[in-house]
């Protein structure tokens, strides 16, 4: 079975991963040469998140104590650390990887299974990593070309360097392997079922407002979502790259404002 598993990743990886190579779309547009299947599952993702995924989200948006909200979000974030520190390793950043590890221990024992983020409270800086970033990172092209844009159901936008990745951080995870091999499969989809739940329900709350100002804002919502998600994917890939983060990028900008 295992064996099964990671041929048909590998097979996913390699025509992926073949798209991404295809074309450099460079930085002035998103090459979208499936937009007509990506449109019919936006179209379906949409209704599933307007009957379904909102309407809960308000609800544990304003019925959940806030501070079981913030629970909620730390666990989410504590189990994905491991995975993050792996593709920190990967990118060359050894010590954001030991911070990354050092967080997940901390807030495991101290923060009592993740629900309190006590590694911030002693500096530990929390890093936003995953492999989609790590191939756009070693990928010689600009960080707007992730190869051709996807729209993948019940997740959302994509493209062919973030579906690897997705794929590729769902097999190094060490949450699901312990539990696809240590138990069963059953076990390892009901785990993996989740907690793209509780994600998805977390990841909702916390883009609400967002969203609902591109939605209400934008002429076509679907080419709208794709130029933010292809501009915020490449911000990030841009930054590793340049080995900058948020706050100094905007220091440098105000440097160059006052220079000028």
Partial sequence: MARVRHSALAAVTVVLVAGCATRDTGSADVWDP????????????QAVDTIAIRPVAVLYRDWMPKPAQRGVHNVVENLGEPVTAINDAVQGNAHQAATSMARFLVNTT?????????????????SDNDAGQTIGYYAGVEPENGGFY??????????????????????IDPFGLAIYNLSSST????????????????TRVHTMTALDDLQRNSVDYYAALRSAYTQRRAEQIRQKREKTDTRAELERRDNLALVR
């Avoid at 990506?38 to 379906?44: A, G, P």
């Fill in 34 to 45: 499936l937009e007509t299947p990506n449109r019919f599952i936006f179209s379906i993702n």
């Fill in 110 to 126: 101290l923060g009592v299974a993740g629900l309190f983020d006590v590694a911030s409270t002693f500096g530990l800086k929390k």
């Fill in 150 to 171: 996807l729209v993948l159901p019940l997740i959302g936008p994509s493209n062919a360097r973030d579906a690897v990745g997705l794929v590729a951080d769902a097999a």
């Fill in 187 to 202: 076990a390892y989809w009901i785990y993996a079922g989740t907690r793209y739940g509780v994600t998805v329900l977390d």
